[in-house]
């Protein structure tokens, strides 16, 4: 009787502390999901972006954060995130690999953000060096990495509301101001670089150009599953498919003006995907009749500070997963421990490292092309998220097809046939843009084809077996 007293008490106050509106939920999500980082490559794409967007957010990422909130909200499910919801599907080890692809990922998209981060503070301090030589751009990376790795000390809640102040003052008040100022640009009768008609927004042509172009719009509407576990936690259930709605039309929009901002503003053969943000800002402000080169670089830092902010935020968040597999012996029981503050310090140094490894290999065989180094690593955050995905709806399949008397509180659609329908069509679209990831970026230079290649098959290749290699001690670390 007295367990059954403490269950109700913890029961009572997890409601009483964790309940959450549907706009904090919105709030939560969007911080994960929208990002500056692709909007330059957005903008490069012309005015098939508003295609790509369209396809990417109705079909694929409603999907996604629908099927994450059907398995989220399954008894017993609620806690581990994909890890807890493909193990009950596929089984253990199938959980754990997917879980540390999800992890894993990451790792190199660490890159991507530390190269708009240089790029942002290049155009600031007029250093354009910062961004061209090899070993000044390795230990740029280097400090902004580890320094933001040495301040998770402080703990996660702390670095959790720092980062939700810097992605307010770094992200959401640049793109907003952007936007406005693209606005008072196109009022003032000011000349634009790309025409939107039928003809300009649906590609017509079906190549390995067009279809890479759409690659980074899959990894905009990454990460919208992360928050599925908090379904249970809203006040009315139904209103996530709301939340979710309202945060796939908000993502659509505020990369769709951000992005047309960019390509409307400033020609095609002038945007770099590492700087073009920034840049853009000089050119529009001055533009319309206010000191571009003085606010550009105000933007410029406001920038950097926002994107470092989200990074400290992916150094917090994944790692807390994979403390709790080391507890459960995935990993070496040397990981499973913390500081003082709760902090699995270890684990996010084991993370460091690699990231570290990854930005050497892709920061030196770019040489001077800081785009291509962009582009690579763009393509391999998202290929190894996809990886991700492939799993977690195969897992959804099965779930429908065997386990549909699970008792859940939400559901994608009542319809298990148009449930798996829906999937399918999700699963079809992950597979094809994982296999175009590897198709070399429009512009890539001739001899740096077949470099940016092998260094995504190597880089795929070497996640793949990890899980695999590091499961087969799974019962001795977990026996000590």
């Given at each position: 009787m007295n367990n059954e007293k403490k269950e109700d008490w913890a029961l009572e106050q997890d409601l009483k502390y964790n309940r959450l509106t549907a706009f904090k939920l919105f709030?939560?999500?969007?911080?994960?999901?929208?990002?500056?980082d692709?909007?330059?490559?957005?903008?490069?794409?012309?005015?098939?972006?508003l295609f790509y967007l369209l396809i990417a957010g109705i079909a694929w990422f409603i999907p996604i954060t629908q099927i994450a909130g059907e398995m989220a909200s399954i008894d017993g499910w609620e806690k581990g995130g994909i890890f807890t919801w493909v193990k009950g599907s596929l089984g253990d080890k199938t959980g754990w690999t997917a879980m540390f692809y999800q992890w894993i990922h990451i790792t190199v998209g660490m890159d991507t953000m530390m190269y708009v981060i240089i790029g942002a503070l290049s155009i600031t301090f007029g250093t354009p060096w910062f961004n061209t030589t090899p070993i000044v751009r390795f230990l740029l990376m280097m400090i902004i990495l580890w320094g933001a790795t040495a301040i998770q000390v402080i703990g996660v809640r702390k670095i959790g509301r720092i980062a939700e102040w810097l992605f307010i003052l770094g992200i959401a008040t640049p793109v907003i101001l952007l936007i406005i100022s693209f606005l008072v640009y196109v009022a003032q009768g000011q000349p634009l670089h790309m025409t939107i008609n039928w003809q300009t927004v649906i590609p017509h042509k079906l190549n390995g150009n067009t279809l890479v172009a759409f690659v980074p719009f899959m990894l905009a509407f990454c990460g919208g599953e992360a928050s599925a576990p908090h379904v249970k936690n809203l006040d009315h259930i139904k209103s996530y498919s709301k939340v979710m709605l309202g945060l796939a039309v908000t993502a659509i929009c505020f990369d769709l003006l951000g992005s047309m901002a960019i390509g409307m503003t400033v020609p095609k053969s002038e945007i770099q995907n590492s700087t073009g943000f920034v840049y853009t800002y000089g050119r529009l402000l001055t533009s319309i009749g206010l000191p571009g080169d003085i606010l550009q670089k105000i933007v410029g830092v406001m920038l950097a500070c926002g994107i470092i902010g989200e990074l400290g935020n992916w150094i917090a968040g994944p790692n807390q997963g994979?403390?709790?597999?080391a507890k459960e012996g995935y990993m070496p029981k040397f990981f499973a421990k913390t500081t003082k503050h709760g902090v699995p310090l270890r684990i996010m140094i084991l993370q460091s490292s690699i990231v570290t490894i990854s930005a050497l290999l892709i920061t030196f065989?770019?040489?001077?092309?800081?785009?291509?180094?962009?582009?690579?690593?763009?393509?391999?955050?998202?290929?190894?998220?996809?990886?991700?995905?492939?799993?977690?709806l195969i897992a959804y399949m099965v779930l429908k097809k065997q386990h549909e008397d699970y008792h859940r509180l939400y559901y994608m659609s009542k319809n298990p046939n148009l449930s798996i329908a829906i999937s399918v069509?999700?699963?079809?679209?992950?597979?094809?843009?994982?296999?175009?990831?590897?198709?070399?970026?429009q512009g890539t230079p001739s001899n740096l084809r077949a470099v940016y290649v092998w260094t995504l098959i190597g880089m795929?290749?070497?996640?793949?077996?990890?899980?695999?290699?590091?499961?087969?001690?799974?019962?001795?670390?977990?026996q000590k």
């Open positions: 709030a939560m999500t969007s911080s994960m999901v929208i990002s500056v692709e909007l330059a490559p957005f903008g490069k794409t012309g005015a098939t972006a994979m403390y709790e597999a065989t770019s040489g001077a092309d800081a785009d291509f180094a962009f582009n690579v690593s763009l393509a391999a955050t998202t290929a190894q998220y996809l990886m991700v995905y492939m799993i977690m069509l999700a699963l079809a679209i992950t597979i094809v843009a994982f296999f175009v990831t590897f198709v070399p970026a795929c290749a070497i996640v793949s077996v990890l899980p695999l290699i590091l499961y087969r001690w799974h019962e001795k670390w977990q």
